[in-house]
């Protein structure tokens, strides 16, 4: 073997993503260390380019979630091509690059399929995703995903036409929760109404933590009545938690909700926000737990 190849074989075998180098006829003709580890072959490096292997590996049958995309590859006839890919398979996420091999004519020769393993860095960014945009104590999105949100279903709704309702929801005498109870109990309100929320709304909706023991909902295309209804719906079961503290009393709570319905056009996120906010004051000011209309 000439230092040439043997440079190029230290770093093939050097290689932490499994590389494997297919014939024409679909046969794996050659794979690294890394590659050969899937099969708990055993290998040692270099094992493949010294000995005569009489054991054929049909690429396509041992990796069957690729043969459509492996297919598909080959049957491109392009002289160069890349094509990467990400796949899903039972939480697992892989990197999936296709490369055409020439001989020195520039005859097609094979295809090398490097496979890597992502699903570290994949759940790493979903978790990253998850710190990001939702609140770690309640589980309920935070206020700047909400936003971002709101703003995609406005533009949606004024154009094509669709009614969507933001509610405001408060909790009722919160800080005299937390003080006679404790934080920790506050936190158990807090987590318990978010859970019961979450058992209400609609996938399509989206609940959000506004800021402290205020909450916000958007409900996508959803008209006064039904929206009217989801709101007393919340209050309703929202009164009837028990809460348990630490010194083993049960309490209830309570909550207060505003709600507007957008179906104008020219209305301004800002501006609903401002009207839910209001409307949410008004039924503080009448006597709490209620839901008020703006």
């Known amino acids: 073997m000439t230092n040439e ?3 190029y074989l230290t770093i093939f075998e050097s290689l932490s993503m499994p590389v494997f180098i297919v014939d024409p006829d679909g046969k794996i003709e050659n794979m690294n260390l890394a590659a050969s580890n899937i099969f708990n072959t055993n290998s040692v490096p270099g094992t493949k380019y010294y000995t005569d292997s009489k054991e054929v590996i049909i690429f396509t049958e041992e990796f069957s979630w690729l043969a459509e995309s ?4 080959v049957r491109s006839k392009e002289q160069k091509i890349h094509s990467k890919m990400s796949i899903d398979i039972k ?3 892989f990197h999936i690059a296709f ?12 295809t090398i399929v490097i496979i890597e393993d992502i699903t570290k860095r994949k759940k790493m960014e979903k978790e990253l995703e998850k710190l990001a945009t939702t609140d770690s104590l309640t589980g309920a999105k935070k206020r700047r ?3 971002q949100f709101f703003e995609q279903e406005l533009s949606r709704s004024q154009r094509y036409g669709h009614k969507l309702a933001l509610l405001m929801m408060d909790i009722d005498h919160f800080k005299d929760i937390n003080d006679t109870y404790g934080h920790d109990t506050g936190d158990k309100v807090l987590k318990h109404l978010v859970a019961e929320a979450h058992g209400i709304l609609l996938g399509t909706d989206m609940f959000s933590r506004w800021g402290g023991e205020e909450f916000i909902v958007l ?3 959803s008209h006064d009545h039904q929206a009217s209804t989801v709101a007393e719906r919340l209050r309703g079961n929202l009164s009837k938690i028990e809460i348990s503290t630490d010194s083993g009393a049960l309490i209830r709570f309570t909550v207060s909700i505003g709600m507007t319905v957008v179906d104008n056009k020219d209305d301004l996120l800002n501006d609903i926000v401002k009207k839910v906010d209001k409307a949410l004051y008004m039924a503080k000011k009448q006597g709490r737990n209620r839901v008020v209309i703006q």
């Open 5 to 7: 190849k043997n440079k």
């Open 70 to 73: 492996y297919d598909d590859f």
């Open 91 to 93: 939480e697992q996420y």
């Open 99 to 110: 490369s055409r091999s020439l001989d020195i004519s520039g005859k097609f020769s094979g």
């Open 145 to 147: 995903s909400f936003l």
């Open 219 to 221: 409900l996508p295309e």
